[in-house]
């Protein structure tokens, strides 16, 4: 557990945890072709400190609930929300994304940024669309080659990352099989991953290894994300984040 521990506080006091962006959030609600005024029933999967609950409640009539297994995480979507004025838009929940307690076809919309390979994407849209009403929007970015062929180094380290990586074609097609019609692709670009995501963590390094006086499992997992930093300077033109809008039928 203690691990867990060490990466939560790594990263609880970033604005998001994954890739991505708040005008990106905007586009992809723009994809969906939501109501803005629609009094929607919404649900942020892996919400982490909020980043994407934020501009969904900004944006959109609705009611949207976050919910991520860190409570330190969910703390701050609090607080953030209570900031912004946006508090009585905005609950939260400590659920797991493969164990939710919702009614079938609760939500009118279902927004995962980052955060549905905790499941796997076949798997996790797959459960995910029994809560969706029908025509409900199911919004996810997640981790996709960019091209058909990338250099081996890469390809032998994604595949022991994370082997559900796959083709945009392919991520599309997973959808539609599994009762999706596809709104919109888009991939993120390079700022969401370096300015966004990466240049904060950078920035919070030195004072997480001085909490936890340089202890090995701090400076493995500084180490770990900065192997991850490095390949992605390296190949971001091999690989990156697609967000996907698609609709259940
Ligand atoms: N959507 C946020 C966070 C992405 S990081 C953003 O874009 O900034 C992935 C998030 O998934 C983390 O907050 C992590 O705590 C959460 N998570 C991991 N496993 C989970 C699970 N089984 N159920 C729900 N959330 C989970």
């Not at 969904?56 to 900031?83: M, Y």
């Not at 690989?239 to 259940?248: D, L, T």
Request: with cysteine.
């Amino acid at each position: 557990m203690e691990d867990y521990q060490l990466l939560i506080d790594l990263h609880k006091e970033g604005y998001r945890q994954g890739p991505g962006g708040d005008s990106e959030t905007e586009l992809a609600i723009k994809l969906s072709g939501l109501d803005t005024a629609g009094s929607l029933n919404v649900l942020d999967v892996g919400c982490g400190t909020g980043a994407s609950t934020m501009v969904l409640a900004s944006r959109l009539d609705c009611q949207v609930t976050g919910i991520d297994i860190f409570d330190e995480f969910l703390a701050e979507v609090i607080h953030r929300s209570t900031q912004k004025g946006l508090d009585s838009k905005i609950g939260t929940r400590n659920y797991s994304m493969d164990d939710l307690p919702f009614a079938k076809e609760e939500f009118d919309v279902i927004w995962g940024e980052g955060s549905i390979y905790n499941m796997g994407f076949g798997k996790g849209i797959s459960y995910l669309r029994d809560f969706l009403r029908p025509n409900g929007i199911l919004a996810v970015s997640e981790i996709t080659w960019f091209s058909k062929e990338r250099p081996q180094e890469l390809e032998n380290y994604w595949n022991s990352e994370y082997p559900e990586i796959a083709t945009a074609s392919e991520k599309m097609s997973t959808l539609e099989t599994n009762g999706f019609s596809m709104m919109g692709y888009f991939p993120l670009p390079k700022k969401c991953w370096e300015e966004n995501y990466y240049a904060p963590m950078r920035s919070r390094f030195s004072e997480f290894l001085r909490q936890n006086e340089h202890s090995e499992m701090a400076r493995e997992i500084v180490a770990s994300a900065q192997k991850e930093m490095e390949l992605f300077s390296n190949f971001h033109q091999y690989y990156g984040y697609g967000f996907y809008v698609a609709k259940k039928l």
